[in-house]
Nanobody, 123 residues
Framework: VQLQASGGGLVHPGGSLRLSCATSGLSFNTYAIGWFRQAPGKEREGISCTSNREQHTMYSDSVKGRFTISKDNAKKTVYLQMDSLKEEDTAVYYC?????????????????WGQGTQVTVSS
């Protein structure tokens, strides 16, 4: 299983970014894909998850209403649309995968991880 996160960058507060997580080596329809982030000095935080089984999505309270997770089954890619970005959203963002559904947003529930992409929100 391989995951490649991309799309990070520098954005002003209130701006938007879309992250992509390209996957390979997995049966996309049977996996849950999650997005996580880690700010300097903080623990890794699960922020969203989607799975084709049961068409389930989850969001953390910190991003609910501002971020939207979506997927392109043909491209085996999951996206994270981030709107109304705040300085506290600054972090390295990771995508991760595990077989099954989105049981939780706990990092320990995901076995496969991609490299991170930096998102910086600053004026």
């Amino acid at each position: 299983v391989q995951l490649q996160a991309s799309g990070g960058g520098l954005v002003h507060p209130g701006g938007s970014l879309r992250l992509s997580c390209a996957t390979s080596g997995l049966s996309f329809n049977t996996y849950a894909i999650g997005w996580f982030r880690q700010a300097p000095g903080k623990e890794r935080e699960g922020i969203s998850c989607t799975s084709n089984r049961e068409q389930h999505t989850m969001y953390s309270d910190s991003v609910k209403g501002r971020f939207t997770i979506s997927k392109d089954n043909a491209k085996k890619t999951v996206y994270l649309q981030m709107d109304s970005l705040k300085e506290e959203d600054t972090a390295v963002y990771y995508c991760a995968a595990d077989h099954g559904v989105c049981w939780s947003l706990g990092a320990g529930d995901f076995a496969s991880w991609g490299q991170g992409t930096q998102v910086t929100v600053s004026s």
